[in-house]
């Protein structure tokens, strides 16, 4: 047997420091958001995070390891591993969280499945354009429908909107850099409304209707539905341009900000670190979005360089969901900044995302053709 043999030499390791620099200034403020003003004592969230984060680098090391031709020649097995996940959160009775039944509790933990699933769907995504003929005809299209359809609509049916908001524009990035006919996102625009119009219709509870109308300003029950975003702005507001200093907060120390430690932990940062904390946050973010996307131009080889595209977009997705709904651009949906939210399945599946990436990074020449053909 051959002996595995890695090119370290190409290994990209700014962009797993980079990540640690996002995570290192997410543990200070989860540590921060974790006070608890009654029993005068710090909650254990910082603690887990930094568990989570020796679980998320052996989760890196892992992917980075294994060879780009076992990822491609299994992408579909991975996929059916995902779509097993997502629909045994139904069938087995997942955790319902904030009205979502998106987790499999084991004791203590949760573990979240479209976390992961968005991967694996990024995988079999590319895995199906690659190498195609026909991509100025509408059947790529139909195709990565097929794809994508199933793991949207289970995720819907949790329901959780975010993840759909977030793994979406990653498909359609894919489909641009593979080289897919302009004309047909329309197409495809209109088949995400209506499945976006039924799920509002039929799927989403009442809260997260109102989310929706609160960000539509069709809805000004700022106690209620648009308590969450108010109590954001008023947080981001506050912290001027050096913050109120590391657990000094109002709104973070008081409470009045719900979710502090994980959907909203922007907010924590812009109000006691400033504008000047939360640009530097902001721009080692994007400086990891830019190291995946100059993957991505690297690589010739068509998986590599579709996997990296929908890894940057989706962490792009992410960011300006996340923050975007703390200051009323976006709903409240319930997603987590990558890298700096409270959390061990988005941020082990988001170290497995730039694993990817430095996969490909080390292997930037990689010919699969003679192996896979046109996909």
Same mark, same amino acid.
């Given at each position: 047997?051959?002996?595995?043999r ?6 990209r390791i ?5 990540? +640690? ?10 540590h ?12 254990? %969230? ?14 890196f ?9 076992f ?8 996929y059916a591993?995902?779509l ?12 319902a969280?904030?009205?979502?039944? !998106?987790w ?13 699933a ?12 690659m ?6 005809t ?5 195709? /990565?429908?097929g ?5 949207i609509?289970l ?9 759909? +908001? ?8 894919m489909? %641009? ?10 197409a495809? =625009?209109?088949?995400a409304?209506?499945a976006f ?13 109102k989310?929706?109308? &609160?960000?539509l300003g +069709?809805?000004?029950?700022?106690l209620?539905?648009g ?9 981001? =507001?506050?912290?001027g341009l ?5 657990g ?10 719900p ?9 924590? /940062? ?10 530097l946050l902001?721009a !080692?973010?994007?400086?990891l979005l830019?190291?995946?996307?100059d ?24 960011? %300006? ?27 082990v ?7 990817? &990436? ?5 292997r ?7 192996d896979?053909?046109? =996909?």
């Open positions: 047997m051959t002996p595995l890695l090119p370290l030499h190409r290994l700014e962009i797993p420091l980079v990540a +640690l620099a996002c995570v290192a200034i997410g543990v200070a403020y989860i921060s958001a974790s006070f608890d003003p009654d029993k005068d004592v710090y909650r254990p %969230f910082a603690t887990r995070q930094v568990q989570y984060v020796a679980a998320a680098l052996l989760a090391l892992a992917t980075v390891a294994v060879p780009r031709s990822i491609v020649r299994h992408a579909w097995l991975l591993g995902a097993l996940a997502l629909a045994g959160v139904h069938l087995v009775g997942g955790s969280t904030n009205g979502a039944r !998106s499999y509790e084991i004791r203590s933990f949760k573990v979240q499945p479209s976390e992961f968005k991967l694996a769907i990024i995988c079999a995504v590319a895995r199906t354009l190498y195609r003929r026909d991509l100025a509408i059947r790529p299209f139909v195709s /990565v429908a794809v994508a359809g199933p793991p609509l995720i819907l049916l949790e329901p959780d909107l975010g993840t759909v +908001l977030v793994f979406s524009p990653a498909i359609l990035a489909l %641009f850099v593979a080289g897919a006919s302009l004309r047909h996102f329309a495809l =625009g209109g088949a409304a209506s119009a039924y799920a509002y219709a039929f799927r989403f509870d009442d809260y997260q209707r989310r929706i109308l &609160v960000f +069709l809805e000004t029950d700022k209620r539905a308590y969450q975003t108010l109590q954001s702005r008023i947080a981001v =507001g506050s912290g050096f913050g109120t200093g590391w000094e907060g109002p709104q973070t120390q008081l409470h009045a900000l979710e502090a430690h994980t959907d909203f932990i922007f907010s924590v /940062v812009a109000e006691e670190g400033g504008f000047v904390m939360a640009a902001l !080692s973010l994007l400086a830019m190291l995946c996307l993957v991505a131009w690297r690589t010739r080889e068509p998986f590599g360089r579709l996997v990296a595209t929908g890894v940057a977009a989706s962490f792009a997705a992410q960011i %300006f969901v996340n923050c975007g709904m703390t200051i009323g651009l976006t709903p409240v949906t319930g997603v987590t900044l990558p890298f700096v939210s409270y959390g061990g399945s988005s941020l599946a988001s170290f497995m995302a730039i694993g990817l &990436v430095a996969n490909i990074a080390m930037p020449v990689a010919t699969l053709a003679a896979f053909g046109e =996909g």
